[in-house]
């Protein structure tokens, strides 16, 4: 079964730059979904297929996918974006999430 | 605004069976595919399963780990997707949340979750 893999911690200073990335086999051949989690709070969808943004997301919140890798970025980073983010992809009729990566805002 | 509300949850035994139902507002249900997340306490997002569109035959797709104990069904006319679950395992302990596919592959719209505990 396909396996994305995502570092359980990244942590910033605000205003920095954040980088959260998930792993998996040729991802660059797939759509990847990104949400972030906020304590208590049931998921929020801020990236998808690869890079394009839902209404009321904020353009800091971008992405990336190539080869092995997709990488959600996210510029000027705000105490408000500490939360866990998850990847997401489709393969063969089966939905699969990455493990996670917990945000850390310094 | 699209709204979906989780209910029936609870505290269950093993063994035993336990339906939640996911009501929605504020869309066209019947155009739209549903599924089902579940992240167990301290954990990741898991997948739990799929129901299509009945444009798309309303035809079902599930994970592993409950593939034969889960069934996912849908009512249009009441605009409200169901989970049932039968020989319920401590495993299963979890919030669940129900969540609108989007045709690109995502889930656009996510309920709150309702948390389901199986212990005896």
């Known amino acids: 079964s396909y396996v994305l893999t995502q570092p359980p911690s990244v942590s910033v200073a605000p205003g920095q730059t954040a980088r959260i990335t998930c792993g998996g086999n040729?991802?660059?051949?797939?759509?990847v979904h990104w949400y972030q989690q906020k304590p208590g709070q049931a998921p929020v969808l801020v990236v998808y297929d690869d890079s394009d943004r839902p209404s009321g997301i904020p353009e800091r919140f971008s992405g990336s996918n190539s080869g092995n890798t997709a990488t959600l970025t996210i510029s000027r980073v705000e105490a408000g974006d500490e939360a866990d983010y998850y990847c997401?992809?489709?393969?063969?009729?089966?939905?699969?999430f990455g493990g996670g990566t917990k945000l850390t805002v310094l | 605004e699209v709204q979906l509300v989780e209910s029936g949850g609870g505290l269950v035994q093993p063994g035993r069976s336990l339906r939640l139902s996911c009501t929605a507002s504020g869309f066209t249900f019947g155009d739209y595919a549903m599924s089902w997340v579940r992240q167990a306490p301290g954990k990741g997002l898991e997948w739990v399963g799929f129901i299509r569109s009945k444009a798309y035959g309303g035809t079902t797709e599930y994970a592993a780990s409950v593939k034969g104990r889960f069934t996912i069904s849908r009512d249009d006319s009441k605009s409200i997707a169901y989970l049932q679950m039968n020989s319920l395992k401590t495993e299963d302990t979890a919030v669940y949340y129900c969540?609108?596919?989007?045709?690109?592959?995502?889930?656009?719209?996510w309920g709150q979750g309702t948390l389901v505990t199986v212990s005896s």
């Open positions: 969540t609108r596919y989007a045709a690109a592959g995502h889930f656009d719209y």
């Open positions: 040729n991802i660059g051949s797939k759509s």
């Open positions: 997401q992809v489709w393969d063969s009729s089966r939905v699969v």
